[in-house]
């Protein structure tokens, strides 16, 4: 049987349903593909739906696991309240436009923060986005500082805005004494979603051919970008402290917190102690109680 010109990826994109279901006929009907379109790849291909499946099944868990959540809390099964809705007891009520408020302190996205920003524009407000820590290596870091370099990664499973999601290491630093350290996080990978996650990413890289670290707990992959997927960390790498001082300083809106013994690294905190904040280190940087105290 001849499969002419089959269309199983999109750009870089998996096209879920019409990759599944290609791949099983082939396997159920023993189809030999003769002729596909130049992007198919037959040894790649189960590797892809497999892929595919895990998105799926992914997306399918998420809105069970809302869709339980809200009815225990007795919610509307409509997601969460929007701007422009408003709770009157048990039920929701469609108004024109939120009122009755003195001040705004939201949090979302880089894209939602647009629309906030545009919104609540004629009211006192704090606007917080994506942030992230990053870590700055000297290469002479103990065995301890490793460890609470690995803390900072993997507290809540990497997923707070203080986690530890990029590094920036010496020219020559040898990354492999790093995850020999890490290593003693490898009960994280026990559990299924964060597993499910290393899985996934590591997947997705080797199918665009990404060079990667990797310790089987921990993907670490050299990005530019300062927030990584869970279950990964990006880094770069230095030959001047002073280009890393310009890099945080041109990047300061995408972090958080730094992670450093480094003594010219101003303002930075030991390893480990990333979510141990203290009661004046508000987030963003922004003084919370000097803004509710500034307001009419």
């Not at 290593?183 to 060079?211: E, G, I």
């Not at 930075?268 to 508000?282: F, L, N």
Request: hydrophobic share 40%; net charge neutral.
């Amino acid at each position: 049987m001849l499969l002419r010109r089959t269309r199983l990826v999109r750009h870089d994109r998996i096209n879920h349903s019409r990759q599944l279901m290609v791949l099983d006929v082939v396997k159920q009907d023993n189809v030999d593909i003769m002729l596909a379109r130049e992007t198919f790849d037959s040894k790649m291909a189960p590797l892809k739906a497999w892929v595919a499946q895990m998105e799926l099944e992914g997306m399918r868990e998420r809105m069970t696991m809302g869709v339980k959540a809200r009815l225990r809390a007795g919610k509307a099964n409509t997601g969460q309240d929007r701007y422009g809705y408003r709770r009157v007891g048990d039920h929701i009520e469609i108004v024109e436009r939120l009122q009755g408020f003195d001040a705004v302190i939201a949090a979302g996205s880089n894209n939602n923060a647009r629309y906030f920003e545009y919104y609540f524009r004629d009211i006192p407000h704090i606007i917080r986005k994506n942030r992230n820590g990053v870590a700055v290596l000297t290469g002479q870091e103990s065995e301890k500082e490793l460890a609470g370099i690995g803390k900072d990664i993997f507290t809540y499973f990497g997923m707070g805005c203080r986690n530890v999601t990029k590094l920036y290491i010496p020219r020559e630093y040898d990354l492999k004494i790093l995850l020999g350290v890490l290593d003693r996080y490898h009960p994280l990978y026990q559990h299924n979603k964060y597993a499910n996650n290393v899985d996934y990413y590591r997947t997705m890289y080797l199918m665009n051919q990404a060079s990667l670290l990797d310790n089987e707990v921990l993907l670490l992959k050299e990005d530019s970008a300062i927030a990584s997927p869970v279950g990964v960390v990006f880094y770069e790498r230095y030959s001047e402290i002073r280009w890393v001082e310009e890099r945080l300083a041109s990047r300061n809106e995408e972090i958080q917190c730094v992670v450093s013994v480094h003594p010219e690294i101003e303002g930075a905190i030991p390893p480990g102690s990333t979510q141990e904040p203290m009661p004046w280190d508000y987030a963003d940087g922004v003084d919370t109680i000097k803004f509710l105290n500034e307001l009419d």
